[in-house]
């Protein structure tokens, strides 16, 4: 059986170092409660002990695991950082982004515009080299065109030539006609006098 400073000794905080609060159990108003139930004073005394450490042991496995106020505002604090940092870089990272895309587009502009520009010289060139060969057609078109009126100019000649010519011919062959005519009637004529001659 327990002596009155025995059970004093009992009757005391449980304190746990790790946490800023204290817990308290009176082991003596315990104790009293079990023998009021009906169990004598070795027997409550016991269950009291036994209590008073199971509940010990669960405060301390309770309050391993948990962490001071210093503690905690360190953690926030680390978490704040973290999260600071985080976005920090989140912000660096899509500045580098935006800066990249920007980029990007001003290059594709870019590669835009002097595709532009080299289709613009490949139509110009085109259509020069097209002038030209119309040009060029045309200049041959007017140069068969030109030699074929030369050609027909000098057929035209030519014929004229030949119809000159078979005028001459013609009108060559009846003064001959007529010469022979004159020739043939002359001789006919003073035949038949020669003959009316005789006869006279």
């Known amino acids: 059986m327990f002596s009155c400073a025995e059970l004093s000794a009992f009757t005391r905080p449980f304190h746990v170092s790790h946490t800023a609060h204290d817990f308290h159990f009176d082991t003596h ?3 009293q409660r079990l023998e009021r139930e009906g169990l004598n004073r070795a027997q409550a005394e016991g269950i009291m002990g036994a209590m ?3 509940i010990d042991e669960s405060i301390q496995n309770m309050t391993s695991n948990m962490v001071t106020k210093a503690e905690q505002e360190k953690h926030q604090y680390t978490q704040q950082v973290d999260f600071a940092q985080l976005k920090s870089e989140l912000q660096l990272i899509e500045k580098n982004d935006l800066a990249s895309l920007k980029a990007d587009n001003d290059r594709l502009v870019a590669d835009m515009e002097k ?21 060029l057609e045309k200049g041959r078109m007017r140069d068969e065109s030109s030699g074929q ?9 030519r014929i004229e030539q030949e119809i ?4 001459t ?32």
């Not at 009126?149 to 000649?157: A, G, N, P, Q, S």
């Not at 004159?182 to 004529?189: Q, R």
């Open 115 to 135: 595709l532009k520009q080299r289709l613009r010289e490949e139509i110009t060139r085109t259509q020069a080299g097209v002038r030209l060969d119309l040009n």
């Open 169 to 200: 011919t013609i009108q060559q062959s009846k003064a001959t006609t007529l010469q022979y005519l004159v020739g043939f009637v002359t001789g006919c004529s003073a035949l038949l006098m020669a003959y009316l001659r005789f006869r006279v």
């Open 52 to 54: 008073a450490e199971v």
């Open 149 to 157: 009126e030369l050609k027909i100019k000098e057929v035209d000649t």
């Open 164 to 167: 000159a010519h078979l005028r």
């Open 29 to 31: 108003h315990f104790v």
